[in-house]
């Protein structure tokens, strides 16, 4: 157990990947109707985070993970935004008559 702790401290990315791996697996798993789905993720990095503190990934690691994040956030505005304009271009176009 202990090479496997040192093994995931020297290799963070290793460590990320396969938190990410385990999470998602875990999350799969459905009891009775319920599951944690990509939740478990984050489950699987506290416990990760737990048992092996030193493993720390490259500070690009969390910024590329934030632009990521903000991207999505503006492609899912721009999408909503666009689709309001219409609608209410249809809407000013059918009472204007």
Do not use: C, N
Request: aromatic residues 10%; hydrophobic residues 50%.
């Amino acid at each position: 157990m202990e090479f496997i702790r040192t093994l995931l401290e020297q290799q963070p990315m290793l460590t990320l990947f396969l938190t990410i791996a385990v999470g998602y697996l875990v999350g799969q798993i459905s009891i009775k109707g319920f599951s944690l789905g990509v939740g478990a993720v984050l489950f699987a990095a506290l416990a990760v985070g737990w048992w092996v503190p030193k493993a720390i990934p490259p500070s690009i690691v969390g910024t590329l993970g934030l632009a990521l994040f903000l991207y999505e956030v503006g492609i899912q505005t721009a999408r909503s935004s666009s689709t309001a304009s219409s609608a209410h271009r249809d809407a000013r176009r059918i009472f204007s008559r």
